[in-house]
């Protein structure tokens, strides 16, 4: 029943927002993810090319022979620019990656890009939907709401017969003026936040948040080992598995109907966000019926982890999009929780 309510009201909030927003500039309303169609809508309005800056916030797993940086100059959206989200960050004692950046380095970064607060900035990257939702993620911690992500990456772009670009990308002839701006300390959670709320059962208490552990079953369970050499696998306790890959739906094309950003033969597989329905129906198999219409309503909080904070951002996106407001992600995530000796670690499953 909860389902069919809300795909009801869904899809009249789709048709509305179609109606109100496809065919012009998304301003102050800019939806969290956009398609292919709807980028090209946006830069055939861009006409002096200053209002959308589009950017690959591509990134690999630490142990992948991938980089980002350097598949860019291979092929990228035109006009892109590359952000790389692991220089765009803070410092940590643990020397852990892509932390949220302080606002200052925040703002130089969006200054060095071309961004001023008013532009509207496209985020896409290689696999799809992959490190994208992170970079979205920072951007509207800041209160940069003129951000989406593009849908299906580049890979999506070229199956929809969208032009490329390689080499270094379009240049900025005029660094914007862009003020550090205040991060919203509601959608990010620290250490201490998730060792305090992991002592409390949530089913005996209503103050406590949900966390939802966005990596594979199997490291959840402690069954297989984390990507990052020596770091304990497992969970947090009264933790919940959802794995990110439940939010998304995998697309192949021809191998020779795009431009691969890596080398190799064969059909490309990318990834796609799921329907908000097929969404809202994963959420509820790991929480359940009851615990989602909590989070839905608003009356429990959901916070969102994985392994360094990077495919975390995929859920909070899903959350988001399904209009959770009281939303938060583990900056941390499982790497600076398991790093600590002190942290409790579970192992095998343990249901809330």
């Known amino acids: 029943m909860l ?53 690959d916030a591509s990134w690999h797993m630490p142990n992948s022979p991938r980089k980002g940086a350097e598949e860019f100059l291979r092929v990228h959206l035109p006009s892109a620019r590359f952000i790389d989200v692991d220089e765009v960050a803070s410092s940590h004692p643990l020397a852990l990656p892509h932390m949220l950046p302080d606002p200052t380095t925040f703002a130089n970064a969006c200054a060095r890009l071309g961004i001023s ?78 060792v305090s709320n992991s002592r409390t059962d949530p089913a005996e208490d209503p103050r406590a948040f949900y966390v939802l552990d966005a990596r594979a079953k199997d490291r959840f369970l402690g069954t297989a080992p984390e990507p990052r050499a020596g770091l304990r696998s497992g969970h947090m306790p009264y933790s919940v598995s959802l794995p990110f890959n439940a939010f998304l739906e995998t697309h192949t094309v021809s191998g020779d109907a795009i431009v691969r950003p890596n080398v190799g033969d064969g059909p490309y597989t990318y990834t796609r966000l799921r329907s ?77």
């Open 3 to 55: 389902a069919q309510v809300f795909a009801r009201c869904n899809l009249a909030f789709a048709t509305k927002f179609a109606r109100r927003f496809y065919t012009t500039n998304f301003g102050d309303h800019c939806p969290l993810v956009i398609t292919p169609a709807q980028l090209q809508e946006l830069r055939a309005n861009d006409r002096n090319g200053s209002d959308l800056v589009v950017l």
């Open 117 to 194: 607060p008013n532009t509207q900035v496209v985020l896409y990257d290689t696999h799809g939907v992959f490190s994208s939702p992170r970079a979205l993620y920072m951007f509207r911690a800041f209160g940069h709401n003129r951000s989406s992500i593009l849908d299906g990456g580049l890979p999506g772009w070229q199956a929809h017969g969208g032009s490329i670009e390689d080499g270094a990308g379009s240049t900025v002839e005029k660094h914007p003026s862009y003020p550090p701006p205040t991060l919203n300390r509601d959608v990010v959670k620290d250490y201490e936040q998730i």
């Open 276 to 352: 908000t329905q097929g969404i809202l129906t994963a959420l509820e198999e790991a929480l359940g019926p009851e615990r989602t219409r909590e989070v839905l309503q608003g009356k429990r909080q959901v916070v969102t982890s994985c392994g360094s904070g990077m495919t975390a951002g995929i859920l909070w996106l899903g959350l988001k999009l399904l209009g959770v407001e009281r939303v938060g992600l583990y900056d941390e995530s499982w790497t600076g929780y398991a790093s600590r000796t002190e942290s409790t670690v579970v192992q095998g499953e343990r249901s809330i």
